[in-house]
C-alpha cells in the first residue's frame, strides 16, 4: 500500500505528511483524469477525499486494488459506504472532534434566530438607529420547546449546550436513545408540540427531503427552523414556500440543496438567516478533522486497521 489519490483540495501541511508515506496522486492537478485511471488506477490502494467532494461508484470501480477511503467530514453521503463495504473497501469519517464547534454555530443560529443580531446590526450600520430610534423588539430564547431531529453525538451536545436557556427538548430519531429527553416516532407530530425543529441528523437517502412540506407546516407559522445537518434533509422548494406563505415563521440555514448556490428567495427574506456552511469551520477544529483524516491513512497502512470507520465498514475494521 503505497500509492493515493486526493480528490479535491489539501492544505500543504497535510500534503507534506501524506508524501512521507505514500505516492501522492492529485485529481485536481490532472488534465486528464480519465486517463489517469485507466493507465494507474490499479496501482491506487488509497483515497483521501472530503465529505462535499466525495468520490463516485464510477472512479471507485475503476481503482481495482483499492483498500481505504478516508472522508474529512462527519457527513460521508457523498461516499456509497455500503457500495464500498462489500468490495472490502473501508470508509473513515472524522466524528467527534467537530462535535462541540457544530453544537456552538447551531446555538449562534438559536440566538440569532431569537434575539435578529443580523437584522440589527445591519440597523446600526444603515443609519436608521439614528433616523429611525430604536429597533423593533425582538423574542426571548428561554424556555422554548426546541425538537432535535438526530440525538447522535452532535444532537446530544447541541442539546447540553441548549441547557443555559431552559429548554423542553423533544427529539426524533430513528430508535429511542439513553437520554433525558422525550422521545418522538413522529417527525411531525414532535414539529407541531415544538417551536424549534434543529436538524442535525446525517444526509443520504433516508433523510432525503424528511423535513417535508407536512413538517414545515406543523412547525407553523410562529416556529423556527434550523438546519446545521445537509441541504437534503429539507425540501429546499416547501421550505421557500411555507416561509413565504408565512406557514413557517424563521428559518437558520447554515447548509443548502445546491451550495454554493443559495436560492435568491432564501437570501432575500428578512426571517431567514443563512451561513455558507461553516457549522465546524474554525482554525481548531479543521486541523482536527485534517489530522484525524491523515492518521486513519497512516494507522491503516501500519497495521491494517483504522482509527474511526464508518458504521457500514465496522466488520471491516474488526476482521482485518
Known amino acids: 500500500m503505497s500509492e493515493i489519490l486526493i480528490m479535491g483540495n489539501m492544505p500543504d501541511k497535510s500534503l507534506s505528511i501524506l508524501k512521507a508515506e505514500f505516492t501522492v496522486h492529485r485529481a485536481v492537478e490532472m488534465t486528464n483524469f480519465e486517463k489517469f485511471l485507466a493507465e494507474q488506477g490499479d496501482k491506487i490502494s488509497a483515497v483521501a477525499t472530503t465529505g462535499f467532494v466525495g468520490i463516485h461508484n464510477s472512479i471507485i470501480e475503476k481503482l481495482k486494488n483499492l483498500q481505504i477511503i478516508s472522508s474529512n467530514g462527519v457527513g460521508y453521503d457523498s461516499i456509497d459506504a455500503t457500495f464500498c463495504a462489500d468490495r472490502g473497501i473501508i470508509v473513515t469519517h472524522t466524528p467527534d ?16 434566530s431569537f434575539r435578529e443580531f443580523s437584522f440589527n446590526e445591519a440597523y446600526v450600520k444603515s443609519g436608521n438607529w439614528k433616523l429611525e430610534g430604536m429597533a423593533p423588539y425582538s423574542r426571548s430564547p428561554d424556555n422554548r420547546v426546541v425538537g432535535i431531529l438526530g440525538m447522535g453525538r452532535i444532537g446530544q451536545e447541541i442539546a447540553s449546550r441548549l441547557s443555559i436557556f431552559n429548554p423542553k427538548i423533544l427529539y426524533h430519531s430513528r430508535s429511542p436513545k439513553d437520554v433525558p429527553y422525550t422521545y418522538y416516532e413522529d417527525l411531525e407530530t414532535m414539529a407541531r408540540d415544538c417551536e424549534v425543529l434543529i436538524c442535525i441528523t446525517p444526509g443520504g437517502l433516508q433523510t432525503n427531503k424528511i423535513v417535508n412540506e407536512g413538517v414545515l407546516t406543523a412547525l407553523g407559522s410562529t416556529g423556527t427552523l434550523i438546519n446545521i445537518a445537509r441541504g437534503s434533509v429539507v425540501d429546499q422548494t416547501a421550505l421557500i414556500s411555507a416561509l413565504k406563505d408565512k406557514r413557517l415563521g424563521y428559518a437558520a440555514l447554515d447548509v443548502f440543496e445546491n451550495e454554493p448556490n443559495v436560492p435568491d428567495e432564501l437570501i432575500h427574506m ?9 457549522g465546524s469551520a474554525t482554525f481548531e477544529t479543521r486541523a482536527a478533522m485534517g489530522d484525524l483524516t491523515l492518521n486513519n491513512l ?23
Open 97 to 112: 472532534v467537530l462535535n462541540a464547534e457544530v453544537a456552538n454555530t447551531t446555538i449562534m443560529l438559536f440566538l440569532n
Open 270 to 278: 428578512s426571517n431567514v438567516i443563512v451561513l455558507p456552511h461553516v
Open 298 to 320: 497512516i494507522e491503516f497502512k501500519k497495521n491494517g486497521k483504522v482509527i474511526t470507520p464508518v458504521p457500514e465498514c465496522l466488520n471491516l475494521n474488526q476482521n482485518t
